[in-house]
């Protein structure tokens, strides 16, 4: 009785035509840790699709036909800004759907001058990687909150219901990643990418060195010079890759300077059931067991 009451429930459903307002929200995110956030505060109900395929490097990424037809659904897209500006170009095919950026709130760092910007990595003269801090994830899901609550109203106490709590999340998470590094001896990293200093500042690190000042761009033999001098200085073991980066032009430097490659990943998003706070968990153990001596 139950079950045909449902049936035909379900049937008279899919018969009335579906106002605007009982349509499912559909919005997307750049990059995994804004997905997986917005996914976190919208709660079920909510489409989220991810724009960054898992794996790839938003340094490299370019849009394609395909994915913007694939976001044409999307009121709302999430984006961090200046590592992902080519979501931009979505602008004119889709002149419905409103830009997000989630750095609102969050004290951003200049680019490191070192960075000889090349105007693809650092547009706006800010560090964009902001996301790897826990704290800066409260604030991104307090924007998301409020974004969400504006572009569909009658859920509105829901989705800043869910922003707070997940904000509260966070910044216990972020208590609980500086205390996973308090006791350790050394703080000082050497990365391949300059994309770790709002994690460093985060959780009482210390970028000594960097390989490569911006994705792709290969370090001149004065940058070199540099690393060496600071690889040789702090006694480095370790040198911080990325997965989604290729770590080929490293290889000499590691050999001469008898570095180890241990890998961070600033995105996720590979594995199933991978999170944003599972992402910045990871990535504090990898450093914790990379510099414990
Ligand atoms: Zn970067």
């Not at 090349?118 to 547009?123: L, M, N, P």
Request: hydrophobic fraction near 50%; aromatic fraction near 6%.
């Amino acid at each position: 009785m139950k079950i045909r009451l449902a049936a035909s429930l379900a049937c008279l459903l899919a018969a009335l035509p579906l106002r605007p307002a009982d349509r499912p929200l559909t919005v997307a995110a750049t990059i995994f840790p804004a997905a997986d956030i917005a996914r976190r505060v919208a709660g079920g109900g909510v489409r989220v699709i991810l724009v960054l395929p898992p794996g790839a490097s938003p340094h490299t990424f370019e849009l394609t036909p395909g994915k913007v037809r694939d976001l044409q659904p999307a009121r709302l897209i999430f984006k961090i800004g200046g590592v992902d500006d080519w979501i931009d170009g979505v602008a004119e095919s889709l002149p419905r759907t409103l830009i997000v950026p989630l750095h609102a709130g969050i004290v951003r760092m200049a680019a490191n001058g070192h960075g000889h910007g090349d105007g693809h990595h650092h547009q706006d003269g800010s560090d964009p990687h902001y996301w790897l801090s826990a704290a800066n994830g409260a604030a991104m899901a307090a924007t998301i909150a409020e974004a969400l609550a504006k572009a569909d109203p009658a859920r509105a106490a829901g989705y800043r219901a869910n922003g707070r709590a997940v904000a509260a999340e966070f910044t216990a998470l972020h208590a609980e990643l500086k205390g996973m590094l308090a006791g350790l001896g050394e703080k000082r990293m050497i990365v391949l990418h300059d994309g770790w200093r709002y994690f460093a500042a985060a959780y009482g690190l210390e970028i000594a060195a960097v390989f490569q000042a911006s994705p792709g761009r290969e370090p001149t033999p004065r940058d070199l010079q540099e690393l060496y001098r600071a690889a040789r200085r702090i006694h480095a073991r370790v040198l911080f890759s990325e997965p989604q980066l290729p770590a080929a032009s490293v290889e000499p430097v590691l050999r001469d300077l008898g570095l180890r490659l241990v890998v961070l990943d600033p995105i996720g998003g590979a594995e199933p059931g991978d999170s944003y706070a599972g992402l910045l968990r990871r990535d504090v153990r990898a450093v914790a067991a990379a510099l414990a001596r």
